[in-house]
T-cell receptor
Framework: QQQVKQSPQSLIVQKGGISIINCAYE??????FPWYQQFPGKGPALLIA?????SEKKEGRFTISFNKSAKQFSLHIMDSQPGDSATYFC????????????FGTGTQLKVEL | GAVVSQHPSWVICKSGTSVKIECRSL??????MFWYRQFPKQSLMLMAT?????????EQGVEKDKFLINHASLTLSTLTVTSAHPEDSSFYIC????????????FGEGSRLTVL
């Protein structure tokens, strides 16, 4: 059972454009929503994370928008750069589940010149 | 930030042999570490939760006798793929978080296993 649904599967954006990746969840016990960036052959790296008590969090060019009622959250990459080309995973953590994360299916982003 | 190191980063072995992958938290202690498996262009699949000083907790469908996990100290967890076969070829990734802090996980660089 896929508890975190992620879309799109792949995304091509022009340099300078905005990349938007969406995730939806079902389990209302999730209380922490991180986004990870993964380059080929490397482990995922934490990009930005949000908790459900806020609707938006911004760090540099990366913004998470969170809609608790819709059980959706999204990653926005402003002024996308070729170096942002990577696979992005959203994830969610269950309350009381320690650090155990449930990952989305991933989005392969390509930023073209 | 916290660093998690994996070794080896890649390994090739013959079918039937066993392979050990190490996961170390370099600048923090981790009572819990996680082992994931990732196939090409797919998401991370949690295999097991490694608990310091006790038995690992395996996810449904993961063979505990196939994937032996040992968490002997607060900074080291090992995954041993026993009697490896070509279908075990994959990218194995470990992660760890700060003891007492829930939420932020740090991932290792991954270990690419190829079984011939």
């Amino acid at each position: 059972q896929q508890q975190v649904k992620q879309s799109p599967q792949s995304l091509i954006v022009q340099k300078g454009g905005i990349s938007i990746i969406n995730c939806a969840y079902e389990n209302t016990a999730f209380d922490y929503f991180p986004w990870y960036q993964q380059f080929p052959g490397k482990g995922p790296a934490l990009l930005i994370a949000i908790r459900p008590d806020v609707s938006e969090k911004k760090e540099g060019r990366f913004t998470i928008s969170f809609n608790k009622s819709a059980k959706q959250f999204s990653l926005h990459i402003m002024d996308s750069q070729p170096g942002d080309s990577a696979t992005y995973f959203c994830a969610a953590r269950v309350t009381g589940g320690g650090n155990k994360l449930t990952f989305g299916t991933g989005t392969q982003l390509k930023v073209e010149l | 930030g916290a660093v998690v190191s994996q070794h080896p980063s890649w390994v090739i072995c013959k079918s039937g042999t066993s392979v050990k992958i190490e996961c170390r938290s370099l600048d923090f202690q981790a009572t819990t570490m996680f082992w994931y498996r990732q196939f090409p262009k797919q998401s991370l699949m949690l295999m097991a939760t490694s608990n310091e000083g006790s038995k690992a907790t395996y996810e449904q469908g993961v063979e505990k006798d196939k994937f032996l996990i040992n968490h002997a100290s607060l900074t080291l967890s090992t995954l041993t793929v026993t009697s490896a076969h070509p279908e075990d070829s994959s990218f194995y990734i470990c992660s760890a978080g700060l003891a007492g802090l829930t939420g932020e996980l740090f991932f290792g660089e991954g270990s690419r296993l190829t079984v011939l």
